[in-house]
């Protein structure tokens, strides 16, 4: 089965960049998208289709994707970006969800 | 504003069946493909069924199909999950969530327990 591979924790710095990333072979052919959970809290998107941003998001979410890894940037870390985040995407008919990653703003 | 409002959870023997329901409001749920999608006690997301906007077509997960069957009537805005023969892992949060075919799941539930237990 398609299994989508994420660091189980980062740890960033407040105010530096944390990256968080995706893999499986050739996920670039893919479209990506990462959702954001707090505890307690259902997802929100916060990247769809590797780059883009909803509205309400901040410009300090950016995403990219190429090769076998996608990755989720958070630039300028805040405490409020604590939370777990997820990478999903269609394999065919099905969607997958990456195991998460547990993001720690120190 | 967009809602999605879960309810149908609780606890349920092994074995045993129960239905979901997801009420929407606040954007055309006629024109959205929708999810659902579980987690299980300090774990992660794990996608569940997803149906078409016209409820023309089902997908599921692996370890669900055969068990589960989601279905959606558009003029009550209103989405379902039928699950049966459940088993110990099936205890979990189960959220709907709302997004167009091979897009993101754009709105969400904030989701309802079952609680599967022996």
């Known amino acids: 089965s398609y299994e989508l591979t994420q660091p189980l924790s980062v740890s960033v710095a407040l105010g530096q960049t944390a990256r968080i990333t995706c893999a499986v072979d050739?996920?670039?052919?893919?479209?990506v998208h990462w959702y954001q959970q707090k505890p307690g809290q259902a997802p929100v998107v916060v990247i769809y289709?590797?780059?883009r941003r909803p509205s309400g998001i901040p410009e300090r979410f950016s995403g990219s994707n190429s090769g076998n890894t996608a990755t989720l940037t958070i630039s300028r870390a805040q405490a409020g970006d604590e939370a777990d985040y997820y990478c999903?995407?269609?394999?065919?008919?099905?969607?997958?969800f990456g195991g998460g990653t547990k993001l720690t703003v120190l | 504003q967009v809602q999605l409002v879960e309810s149908g959870g609780g606890v349920v023997q092994v074995g045993g069946s129960l239905r979901l329901s997801c009420a929407a409001s606040?954007?055309?749920?006629?024109?959205?493909?929708m999810h659902w999608v579980r987690q299980a006690p300090g774990k992660g997301l794990e996608w569940v069924a997803f149906?078409?906007?016209?409820?023309?077509?089902?997908y599921y997960a692996d370890s669900v199909q055969g068990r589960f069957t989601v279905s959606r009537d558009n003029s009550k805005n209103t989405l379902y999950l039928h699950i049966s023969s459940l088993r110990g892992e099936d205890t979990a949060v189960y959220y709907c969530?709302?997004?167009?075919?091979?897009?993101?799941?754009?709105?969400w539930g904030q989701g309802t327990l079952v609680t599967v237990s022996s």
């Open positions: 149906i078409r906007y016209d409820g023309s077509d089902e």
């Open positions: 289709r590797d780059s």
């Open positions: 606040g954007f055309s749920f006629s024109n959205y493909g």
């Open positions: 999903q995407l269609w394999d065919g008919n099905t969607v997958v």
């Open positions: 050739n996920i670039g052919s893919k479209n």
């Open positions: 969530a709302a997004g167009y075919t091979y897009g993101p799941a754009d709105y």
